[in-house]
T-cell receptor
């Protein structure tokens, strides 16, 4: 069964710092990988989607990479801001129409 | 505005009681999903439906039931058989995920057993 792991579970950084969040998955037979943001007590918002044939996607200060063969993805956040504080989750599409989620990284950006 | 509406936001259940969480989408998506989120455990799939009048069990379907009578609606009933129902419940919808479509989530419903 597909398992998705995110490290670290929590991260605190000063404002302005660049940071990297990690995601790993056990089965490389995925269709795509998505990164989501979740604010406390709210639903998830999709940030980036990388197809299995792609290596990376960029949106503003966010860059996500995918190494399918090694089962790894990273989310790079440049010049972090306090408004970036949230939980970030990655998920892979594996099987017909199902997402497997990691447990998330809780990010705090300190002003 | 297009999106997914979940209601109620907060719900309290007494022991032995069934409760139903509502989920409506106006995105014209074929697939709809229910996830449960517990602290530190990420999201776990309860049920999903890829088409009207059809649905499949996810990883933790015991104690839950669903229906899909209309494309835009996918209500979840938490039955008395679910022994630990206190959690945050998220509804979602999408077109085909394997084709690279994004999944959209509602704002969630908090269920507490009293």
């Amino acid at each position: 069964k597909q398992e998705v792991t995110q490290i670290p579970a929590a991260l605190s950084v000063p404002e302005g710092e660049n940071l990297v969040l990690n995601c790993s998955f056990t089965d490389s037979a995925i269709y795509n990988l998505q990164w989501f943001r979740q604010d406390p007590g709210k639903g998830l918002t999709s940030l980036l989607l990388i197809q299995s044939s792609q290596r990376e996607q960029t949106s503003g200060r966010l860059n996500a990479s995918l190494d399918k063969s090694s089962g790894r993805s990273t989310l790079y956040i440049a010049a972090s801001q306090p408004g970036d504080s949230a939980t970030y989750l990655c998920a892979v599409t594996h099987g017909a129409n199902n997402l497997f989620f990691g447990t998330g990284t809780r990010l705090t950006v300190i002003p | 505005d297009g999106g997914i509406t979940q209601s109620p936001k907060y719900l309290f259940r007494k022991e032995g009681q069934n409760v139903t969480l509502s989920c409506e989408q106006n995105l014209n998506h074929d697939a709809m999903y229910w996830y449960r989120q517990d602290p530190g455990q990420g999201l776990r799939l309860i049920y999903y439906s890829q088409i009207v009048n059809d649905f499949q069990k996810g990883d933790i379907a015991e104690g839950y039931s669903v229906s899909r009578e209309k494309k835009e609606s996918f209500p979840l009933t938490v039955t008395s058989a679910q022994k630990n129902p206190t959690a945050f419940y998220l509804c979602a919808s999408s077109m085909s995920l394997s084709s690279g479509n994004t999944i959209y989530f509602g704002e969630g419903s908090w269920l507490t057993v009293v």
